[in-house]
């Protein structure tokens, strides 16, 4: 999580559903730009609906806040919902699943408490009711880069989850700037969990920490780190943005493909990183990278095998690189294995 706390707190009345939907609007923002992954995104937005909907049902009018918090090192998102209206007069019935004093379809409270990690919840009657409930960053799923703005050679957009049932992801992603361009990458630690994870992980370190630029040397680089690991599969390109020059490398199956400018709104003119059969950290194929001519509005999409190929037939890939890693997760990631796809689009230096 980055950025100034204080810039994305919000506070929002709720008095009519124009506010609810507002206040969703807002808020999926800010959990986007905190760096929560979709279906975390999608739990917080969801419990925030429940929440402002209760407001209004039984309050007629209330308060909405996201805060950013920190404890222990994690950093998370704690939401409260206020109100002075009536209050409940039983809570444990009010918290049994099914249970709707309005009749309506909604999840109510029940749902809330369920989509996030934390739930509180104060009521007196006459006096009114404050909810609380907090969703943790967990470590897999922190973004380590801030979406590039202004200034900077490229913008980048990244989506993610981890296998149902799981807490750690394998899927990793690297973007690091250089004086002559950027390197990115998409990873893939074999099987899931955290042994997959710490694999990842490590070449992540790697990556982000070699001053090498020449993505044979940071494979074989990897590779070397990667011995005692389960290993990984990786997809790296290489942008040189004086030259406008790019180059790719992909050792197992991690899909890359770079959309041209000229062509966003259909597949013609999308070129496909060349896969290797390999494993980075146990048998590296012969690394020959393909050489690429890059222009401004040209954008890369990687994306490992938690996502259906046919993201590739995507249309319409002029949208912002996040926009386009939300889609692309939202249409093609497959629930039986963690799921990464990474946006990144050359913009010129400015
Ligand atoms: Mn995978």
Redesign the pocket.
Same mark, same amino acid.
């Given at each position: 999580m980055q950025g100034d706390a204080a810039e994305n707190n919000l506070h929002l009345a709720i008095t009519s559903d124009e506010d609810i939907l507002s206040a969703r609007t807002q808020i999926r923002a800010a959990a986007i730009r905190l760096g929560f992954p979709t279906t975390d995104m999608v739990r917080i937005v969801t419990a925030v609906s429940e929440l402002a909907r209760n407001i209004l049902l039984y309050a007629g009018r209330g308060e909405l806040s996201l805060e950013l918090i920190s404890e222990n090192g994690r950093q998370g998102v704690l939401i409260t919902a206020q109100d002075d209206g009536p209050g409940i007069p039983d809570l444990n019935k009010a918290l049994l699943d099914g249970f709707s004093t309005s009749g309506g379809l909604g999840m109510g409270l029940p749902g809330a408490r369920r989509l996030m990690d934390e739930f509180e919840i104060l009521s007196e009657v006459k006096k009114g009711t404050v909810v609380r409930v907090t969703k943790w960053l967990s470590e897999g799923s922190m973004r380590l880069e801030k979406i590039h703005k202004g200034g900077s050679t490229v913008e980048s957009g990244i989506a993610e989850r981890a296998l149902p049932g799981e807490t750690a992801t394998g =899927?990793r992603y690297v973007i690091r700037n250089h004086p002559g361009g950027v390197i990115f990458a998409v990873i /893939?630690g074999l099987g899931h969990g955290p042994e997959a994870a710490r694999a990842a992980e490590t070449a992540v370190e790697v990556l982000r920490s070699s001053p090498s630029t020449d993505i044979v040397g940071l494979v074989q680089e990897c590779h070397d780190r990667l011995r005692r690991t389960r290993g990984v599969v990786m997809t790296l390109v290489s942008l040189n943005t004086p030259s406008s020059r790019a180059s790719w490398i992909g050792i197992g199956n991690v899909q890359g493909m770079l959309v041209r400018a000229s062509s966003v709104q259909n597949s013609a003119g999308r070129s496909f990183t060349l896969l290797r059969s390999g494993i980075v950290g146990q048998r590296l194929p012969t690394l020959q990278p393909s050489a690429l001519t890059i222009e401004r509005g040209d954008t890369f999409v990687i994306a490992? =095998?938690?996502v259906a190929l046919d993201f590739m037939k995507e249309h319409n890939l002029g949208a912002p690189p996040q926009a386009i890693a939300d889609r692309i997760l939202e249409r093609h990631g497959l629930d039986n294995? /963690?799921a990464l796809v990474l946006v990144v689009r050359y913009v010129g230096d400015a």
């Open positions: =899927d /893939d490992t =095998d938690g294995d /963690d």
